[in-house]
Structures are given as structure tokens and as C-alpha cells.
């Protein structure tokens, strides 16, 4: 329990507007006076947010701390996205990004079924803590509002046409199958002269170097990366091939599981990539469904008992009098897509039409006419009229490639808006040591 706690407060570390507790234990009343670390445009970060973020992350990695960097180091990356998210979290307020109680208690909710726990069995295991279940909330709504800020601004900026899609397929260089991996980014900033591309080859070289040397590669990404995935040993999960910046698949293609790459040049910087697994893609067969059904639904006129004993009534006009069921959806269906076709249905994936109607195929078997069984739209008759299977390959690997240009422009344009965001903001980092060479250039560069 104290390990999932510590993963939940390391997740929201670095969310927490200035002046809210992060999730820390009672603090003693002598406690001195805060320090303000950083001026982030009108909004101020103060020691007592970095110290927060900071030890929920050593209580992350409580027994493995010889894979966090020197304490200097981790404070720097720790203060780095609490500023970008400052960053975010008011670039969304001034756009009217809002989030009501209900959002936050779905977050909760989705957090607590994700650790196999209900929503007061996490409440208690975060006071057990000794943390604020406030604060943990606040952070949530925090989340919430800078995933919405990414949505609103990838939205109007990112398509994606069927000949993108034809054109990826087609190419010569398109790779299927799937990756995970972990990597090591080393940013460039923006404008750098040599010296400065320099230097980032440098420390890319420095870790690389490390890895070699027998360092952990997820060690290594906490103490060199500046990714904001960093902190989480910079893992990438499974990606698709045809994610992968094409710059970057050959390399990958051509690596076994555990490899490290060379320091690979990118449009941002320097990226060091580790092929953790590699998995192909098989072919995608579904099982399909043929059916038919009357839907009768209440209304002003049609009470909810009316539609039932209605529903009950025609089945019974099927069942044992033998009428013919699309004649009779023709005629009394209130499903405006069906209704005219005699309730036909078509071939569908199982789950298409949702969970209730699913079980009740699952129940049937061919030309069976269920019971009347009642959903959301309302009282239902299905007769499963078939089943099938049907080869998706190639419209999954549409979808997929799809997904995967719309994914890899969606990153492109939310990381030049993160970067545009932060170079034309007034950053001041107020403590000397936790200046960074990109800190202090975006603070000169600050009106």
C-alpha cells in the first residue's frame, strides 16, 4: 500500500498550483517562513512545492534512490515542470478551461479502479499517508485541465487525410509491428549557436557513456534526460512502428530486445533509444454479428410500464403466434436506423451496439428470439440471426496508421506550443543553484 500511494503522489507531483499543499504530512507550527524559488509570469513557486514534489518522488524510488541523480540535478528537473505545468495551468485559466466537481470524482473514481480499489478505500489509503485528500483532488482537476488545454490546442490544428493514410501504407519505408521502448532526450534550445548544440552532444554522449559503463537506463534517463517523461526512466510504453519518427525506425528496426542506440540526432535535440520488447502484428479476425431488433421506447404518451407489458405483448405475437418479426418492427420499432428495414441490424462487431445488447447475442443462438430485455433507450426484442468471422486486418492498419499520424502531429504542435509558451513567458528562477543553462536562458530571453 505505501508503494501505491507513493506511485499516486509521484504521478501528481508536479501538478499543484503555488499556494495548495502537495500531499505532504502535517507540518509542525514553527514551521519557517516559505522562500519563493522561481517568478513564473504573475504566479510564484515556492520551496515548500519543490520540497513536496521532490520527496514524493524519493518515496517513489525509497530503496532504489542510487537511480536518482545528485539532489542539485533533481531539484532542477523537479522545478522545471512544476514551472511548465504553472505554465499550462494558466495558459488554460486565461482560455476559460473549467472543471467541474463531477469531472474530478470520475478522475477519482478511474484512479481507484486502476489500483483495484473503490473510491473510500483510496481516500483512506491517502490520509493513511498522512496526505490531503483535498490537495490529491486538486492535483486530479489539475490533470484534467492541462489534458484539456492539450485537446483544445491539437484540435483545429491536427488532420488527417485517407491519402496520408494510403501514402503511409504504401511507403516503402512503413514498418509494422510493435515497440517498447525507453529513451534519453537531450533538448537543444531554441536559436542554440554551435556551442550550444555542442554541449547537448556532450551530455548525450556523457550518458550514453554512463549506460555502457553498466548505469540502468532508466537511471541514466532520471539523472540526463530532460523529457517530461524523465522522471519516469524515461519509458515510452508500447508504440506502434509507424509512430516512431521515421528518422528513428530504421535504427529501431534494426536493434534486438535490450539494445541501446547511438546518439541519435533529432529536429529538438539529441535521443538515445533502448529497445525494451518487440512484438509483430498478427491478422485481426472478429467475430461478427448478424441480428434484427424492435426497440419500444416510453414517452409523454407510452409509460415505462406501458413499453414493457408493449414489448412483452409482441413477443409473444412471435414466439407463439408465429408473426413475422420484421413486419412487426416496420410497424411498432421506435428505432429511427432499423425500424424501416424490419429491424435488421446488419453485420456488427459484438460490442458495437453496447454492453447490454452484447451479453444478450452472447445468450442467443442462431434465429433465436430473446426475451423483452430492457436498456437505456428501452425495451428491447433481438433475434440473433447469425454469426461470422470476418478478416479487420486491413481496417485496423488504417485505423492504426490513422491514429498514428493524428498521434505523432498532435505531439509536434503541443511541443512547439510548450516551447513557444515558455520562451515568450517572464521565468525568474530566484535560487542560484537551481538555475539551468535552459532556466536561465529562458529567463533572459523573459520581458
Same mark, same amino acid.
Given at each position: ?19 495548495? $499543499? ?9 514551521? #519557517? ?14 520551496? !515548500? ?26 531539484? *532542477? ?17 486565461? *482560455? ?30 491517502? +490520509?493513511?499517508?498522512?496526505? !490531503?485528500? /483535498? ?14 488545454? =492539450? +485537446? ?27 515497440? =517498447? ?12 549557436? @554551435? ?14 557513456? @554512463? ?8 537511471? /541514466? ?45 533529432? #529536429? ?24 434484427? $431488433? ?14 414493457? *407489458?408493449?414489448? $412483452? ?17 416496420? &410497424? ?24 447490454? %445488447? ?9 434465429? &433465436? ?35 498514428? %499520424? ?29 538555475? &539551468?543553462?535552459?532556466?536561465? /536562458? ?6
Amino acid at each position: 500500500m505505501k508503494q501505491l500511494i507513493a506511485l499516486l503522489l509521484f504521478a501528481l507531483a508536479i501538478t499543484l498550483p503555488a499556494h495548495a $499543499q502537495l500531499l505532504t504530512a502535517n507540518v509542525p507550527a514553527s514551521q #519557517p517562513i516559505d522562500r519563493i524559488v522561481a517568478v513564473v509570469n504573475d504566479d510564484v513557486i515556492l520551496q !515548500s512545492d519543490l520540497d513536496s514534489a521532490v520527496r514524493s518522488i524519493q518515496q517513489q524510488y525509497a530503496g532504489h534512490t542510487e537511480q536518482l541523480p545528485p539532489m542539485n540535478v533533481l531539484q *532542477q528537473q523537479v522545478l522545471d515542470r512544476l514551472v511548465l505545468m504553472r505554465l499550462q495551468l494558466q495558459k488554460a485559466g486565461d *482560455q476559460g478551461v473549467h472543471v467541474s466537481n463531477d469531472d474530478v470524482d470520475q478522475a477519482v473514481a478511474s484512479v481507484a479502479q486502476q489500483n483495484k480499489l473503490t473510491p473510500d478505500q483510496l481516500r483512506a489509503a491517502v +490520509e493513511q499517508s498522512g496526505a !490531503s485528500f /483535498a490537495a490529491f483532488r486538486e492535483q486530479l482537476s489539475d490533470q484534467i485541465t492541462v489534458q484539456r488545454l =492539450h +485537446e483544445s490546442v491539437v484540435h483545429d490544428s491536427v488532420t488527417v487525410t485517407d491519402s496520408e493514410i494510403d501514402n503511409l501504407l504504401n511507403s516503402p519505408t512503413y514498418k509494422a509491428g510493435e515497440v =517498447h521502448l525507453a529513451h534519453i532526450q537531450i533538448s537543444i534550445p531554441g536559436g542554440a549557436d @554551435a556551442a550550444a548544440i555542442q554541449t547537448s552532444q556532450t551530455k548525450a554522449e556523457q550518458a550514453l557513456a @554512463a549506460i555502457k559503463g553498466g548505469m540502468d537506463f532508466h537511471a /541514466a534517463a532520471i539523472r540526463y534526460s530532460d523529457a517530461p517523461d524523465a522522471l519516469d526512466g524515461g519509458d515510452l510504453g508500447w508504440r506502434r512502428m509507424d509512430e516512431i519518427p521515421p528518422a528513428f525506425a530504421d535504427t529501431v528496426e534494426s536493434m534486438k530486445s535490450g539494445d541501446v542506440s547511438a546518439a541519435l540526432r533529432g #529536429p529538438t535535440g539529441f535521443h538515445i533509444i533502448k529497445l525494451i520488447d518487440q512484438r509483430k502484428n498478427d491478422r485481426s479476425m472478429v467475430t461478427e454479428f448478424h441480428a434484427r $431488433q424492435i426497440l419500444i421506447k416510453p414517452s409523454e404518451l407510452v409509460t415505462p410500464a406501458q413499453a414493457q *407489458q408493449q414489448a $412483452q405483448d409482441l413477443y409473444s405475437r412471435i414466439v407463439n403466434k408465429h408473426e413475422d418479426f420484421a413486419a412487426l418492427a416496420k &410497424e411498432h420499432s421506435k428505432d429511427d436506423t432499423t425500424a424501416n428495414l424490419g429491424g435488421d441490424m446488419g453485420w456488427f462487431p459484438q460490442d458495437q451496439w453496447g454492453s447490454i %445488447i452484447a451479453k444478450q447475442l452472447d445468450d442467443l443462438k442462431d434465429n &433465436e428470439v430473446s426475451h423483452p430485455f430492457q436498456s437505456e433507450a428501452g425495451w428491447h426484442i433481438l433475434q440473433r440471426l447469425g454469426t461470422r468471422q470476418s478478416d479487420k486486418t486491413v481496417q485496423l492498419a488504417r485505423n492504426q496508421a490513422r491514429e498514428a %499520424i493524428g498521434n505523432r502531429k498532435s505531439d509536434q504542435v503541443y511541443d512547439d506550443y510548450l516551447r513557444d509558451l515558455r520562451a515568450n513567458a517572464y521565468i525568474n528562477i530566484l535560487v542560484p543553484e537551481l538555475r &539551468e543553462a535552459g532556466n536561465q /536562458a529562458a529567463a533572459d530571453a523573459s520581458p
